[in-house]
Every structure is written in C-alpha cells, then in structure tokens.
C-alpha cells in the first residue's frame, strides 16, 4: 500500500526567507502524480503545484518549487521569499495512475503547519 | 464560475439521526471523491466516482454510503452517524484524463453527539 510521509508537523519562517517542507512516500509504482496542496485558516484546499513521476524536470511555481528525487522516494517543497499569506498547513498528496485499471486513488499525508513570521 | 459546492457547511446532529451532505460540480468532471479530515491524519479519502453509477471504496468507507445517479452530483450519506464520523469533510472533482488535479469544495464540518 502506498504511505506518504511529512516528517515536519510545525515549522516556522521569517518573511522573505526561504522555507523547503519534506515529504517522503512509499510506493511500488512507476507512475503517479505528486502534489502540493495548502490549506489556510479559511480551510480551501488549493492546489500549489504538481509534478508527474515520468518527468524528470522539477515543476515550479513562482515562487514555489519542488525537488523530486524517484529514486529516494522524496518531494519536497520549497518556498521562497515567503509571504504572510503563506502561512497554512502544507499537505502532500500522491496519486497512483489508473492506466487500463481505471482505479484513481488520492493519499494525503499529515501535513505540516508552516508559519511565516513578520 | 467553476466551483465545487457543498451543503451544509456546518451541522450538529446526534447519534444515530441519518444525514446527507450534498456535493455539487459544475465543471463536467467524470471523478468526484470524498474525503474527511482528522487533526494529525491529514485527509482520508471515503469513496471515489469514477462517472455516473460508477463508485468505489476509499481507504475509511465504513459507515458512509454514496451515489452517483447524475454527473454534477455526488452525495455523502451517513445512515446512522456515531460521534467518531466527527469530522471536516471535503468533495473533490477532477477531469478523467490529463492533469489529474483535484478542485476541492469549501468543506462540511460535522458534529455528532
């Protein structure tokens, strides 16, 4: 069965700085889907970014962008010149790809509460 | 406007009195999922809907039920609700094919007694 892990519950950052939140999963596998979504205090979820596991490129955002290493299972999420309006619990998210089967399923990890500090 | 809705927002039941919270797409999508979010479990998906009269079991489907008799809709059905389905429940939607992104709705937050 497919685990998504965040090691990191809080983490705070001072505005302007830059802020990287782990997420490791555990899947058997070759093609799938990694996202990032937010959720601030109004509680929307809102997607952040996304990156296909058949792509080698690292997808960015802005100012968001990810560091996706296959190999070691990894997808992490960095912020940078973080903003006030960052502030909101980060969650990531893996989808395994239906291909023939049909069967689309979404794992969440536990997300980590990040804070931007004026 | 594209949007996900759902209804109500915030309810406070009591045990055992049935319920349903309503989803409602306007985008088209073939995919609509459930899911509940817990403090410290992140969000658990309950059931998912491939297209109309079309669905399966997420990870924690007891004591939920679901349908899909129209595409835009997907309601969640809890026939006897006990204070451990205490909970924030989101409805998502997505296209079938290409980005796979989900489009979440402003989330239901229930309370059982």
């Known amino acids: 069965a497919q685990t998504v892990t965040q090691s990191q519950p809080e983490m705070s950052v001072q505005e302007a700085e830059t802020v990287t939140l782990s997420c490791t999963y555990d899947?058997?596998?070759?093609?799938?889907?990694l996202f990032w979504y937010k959720q601030p205090p109004s509680r929307q979820m809102i997607l952040v970014i996304r990156q296909e596991a058949y792509k080698q490129q690292n997808a960015t955002e802005n100012r968001f962008s990810v560091n996706f290493q296959k190999a070691a299972k990894s997808f992490s999420l960095k912020i940078s010149d973080s903003q006030l309006g960052d502030t909101a619990m980060y969650f990531c998210?893996?989808?395994?790809?239906?291909?023939?089967?049909?069967?689309?399923?979404?794992?969440f990890g536990t997300g980590t509460r990040l804070k931007v500090l004026a | 406007e594209a949007q996900v809705t759902q209804n109500p927002r915030y309810l406070i039941t009591v045990t055992g009195k049935k319920l349903t919270v309503t989803c409602s797409q306007n985008m088209n999508h073939e995919y609509m999922s459930w899911y509940r979010q817990d403090p410290g479990l992140g969000l658990r998906q309950i059931y998912y809907s491939m297209n109309v009269e079309v669905t399966d079991k997420g990870d924690v489907p007891e004591g939920y039920k679901v349908s899909r008799k129209e595409k835009r809709n997907f309601p969640l059905i809890l026939e006897s609700p006990s204070p451990n389905q205490t909970s924030l429940y989101f409805c998502?939607?997505?296209?079938?094919?290409?980005?796979?992104?989900?489009?979440f709705g402003p989330g239901t937050r229930l309370t059982v007694l």
């Open positions: 998210a893996f989808m395994k790809h239906g291909g023939t089967s049909g069967t689309y399923k979404y794992i």
């Open positions: 899947t058997s596998e070759n093609n799938y889907y």
């Open positions: 998502a939607s997505r296209t079938g094919t290409s980005s796979y992104t989900q489009y």
